[in-house]
């Protein structure tokens, strides 16, 4: 089709290879605003935890929007084949609970939500890189395969390692559920209704509505 995706990777089509994705590297181009704005965040989470009465639950912490915002950058994809890509990216923090934060060797890191530009891979334009934690780790990768099997929609899950500025940590990579989802699968493109987090996790312990069942939806 005319409006198809086209792959930009060294001008090899990895779609039909059979390698595999070893390394994602990023490298966001303004740096050090990124480094402030993830400092920010961990400071902000720190003074929250630290006035919490729980050692596990932090029912007034969410990640707010204005950590949220997008920074261009390059994105450079290592598969087994020896096979380099590069692309031109916008790269955010994603989630919206404090189990999207960690620290690795002193580094703050966080799940990254991934847009590409100018390319994809395996036909995949958006992806996110969550820290393992935040999804039980391998327990993720097996209920994503297992519903694959089992011939319900499933998005591409699996284990990859990351490289964010310099500093690598382990993540799990997923894509986003749009419209190349839905190709991958086998499906017409059509209309995507996923849970609205407005009304759900975006809010603060004491702000659900769990007294009037609430549970909206919006078109992803």
């Given at each position: 089709?005319?409006?198809?995706?086209?792959?930009?990777?060294?001008?090899?089509?990895?779609?039909?290879?059979?390698?595999?994705?070893?390394?994602?590297e990023?490298?966001?181009?303004?740096?050090?605003?990124?480094a402030k704005n993830l400092l920010n965040?961990?400071?902000?989470?720190?003074?929250?935890?630290?006035q919490s009465q729980h050692n596990n639950w932090f029912p007034n912490f969410?990640?707010?929007?204005?950590?949220?915002?997008?920074?261009?950058?390059?994105?450079?994809?290592n598969y087994s084949n020896s096979t380099k890509c590069v692309f031109n990216s916008y790269v955010r923090i994603t989630g919206d609970l404090w189990w999207h934060l960690g620290w690795n060797k002193g580094t703050p890191i966080t799940s990254l939500n991934v847009e590409l530009i100018d390319g994809h891979v395996e036909n995949i334009t958006r992806f996110k890189m969550l820290l393992p934690a935040s999804r039980y780790g391998s327990n993720e990768i097996f209920t994503s395969t297992l519903l694959k099997?089992?011939?319900?929609?499933?998005?591409?899950?699996?284990?990859?390692?990351?490289?964010?500025?310099?500093?690598?940590?382990?993540?799990?990579?997923?894509?986003?559920?749009?419209?190349?989802?839905?190709e991958n699968s086998g499906l017409k493109e059509g209309p995507i209704l996923e849970g609205d987090e407005r009304f759900t996790v975006s809010l603060k312990d004491n702000e659900h509505l769990y007294d009037k069942k609430t549970n909206l939806s919006k078109l992803a």
């Open positions: 089709p005319s409006d198809s995706i086209k792959s930009f990777c060294l001008g090899k089509n990895t779609e039909n290879d059979n390698s595999k994705i070893e390394k994602i990023i490298k966001v181009n303004k740096n050090k605003i990124w965040l961990h400071v902000n989470f720190q003074r929250e935890k630290s969410r990640i707010s929007d204005k950590f949220k915002k997008k920074y261009k950058s390059k994105v450079y994809i099997k089992l011939n319900f929609l499933s998005p591409r899950t699996f284990f990859v390692k990351g490289k964010i500025n310099g500093f690598t940590s382990d993540y799990i990579f997923q894509e986003d559920l749009r419209k190349e989802f839905l």
